[in-house]
């Protein structure tokens, strides 16, 4: 059975940094294109930042240069390093992972910016 588990979500203040992890299990993490995506209240959900199998990252545009994607295989875990926060970026957090025909969602965490 294939699980992912964000944690990680906070309430901060803008300008603050936050780290969110996805531990994914029943699947082999280093062929899965892993991928952070957000939707924020009434608005549809987007792709933040995602990671290929060949570990190229891409990230949109609103993120470039604050957000990180990174993926450890030997643990199975992918991160979201965020960096100078704004309240724009309020949303809920999942984690998705692909391959093929194959997708996959976490149940989401919630990040919080306001001051």
């Known amino acids: 059975q294939v699980q992912l588990v964000e944690s990680g979500g906070d309430l901060v203040q803008p300008g603050e940094s936050l780290s969110l992890s996805c531990a994914a299990s029943?699947?082999?993490?280093?062929?899965?294109?892993m991928g952070w995506y957000r939707q924020a209240p009434g608005k549809e959900r987007e792709l933040v930042a995602e990671i290929s199998r060949l570990r190229y990252r891409n990230y949109v545009d609103s993120v470039k240069g604050r957000f990180s994607i990174s993926g450890d295989n030997a643990k199975n875990t992918m991160y979201l390093q965020m960096n100078s926060l704004k309240p724009e970026d309020t949303a809920v957090y999942y984690c998705h992972a692909r391959f093929g025909s194959k997708n996959y969602w976490g149940q989401g965490t919630q990040v919080t910016v306001s001051s």
């Open positions: 029943g699947i082999s993490f280093s062929i899965y294109t």
